[in-house]
C-alpha cells in the first residue's frame, strides 16, 4: 500500500527498509534512509 501511494502521488518513497521494494525499480524511486540513534537504545 505504502508503495502504491507513492506511485500514484508520483512521489519517491523513503525507507529504513529498501529490500522490501525490490523489484518495483520501474515504478517508483526508492530513497533508502538509516534509523536514527534513539538515546535511551543505547
Do not use: Q, S, Y
Not at 519517491?12 to 540513534?37: C, E, H, Q
Amino acid at each position: 500500500m505504502i508503495a502504491a501511494i507513492a506511485v500514484a502521488a508520483d512521489l519517491p518513497l523513503f525507507t529504513t527498509n529498501p529490500d522490501d521494494f525490490k523489484g518495483l525499480d520501474g515504478l517508483l524511486t526508492v530513497v533508502p534512509v538509516t534509523r536514527p540513534r534513539v538515546p535511551h537504545e543505547g
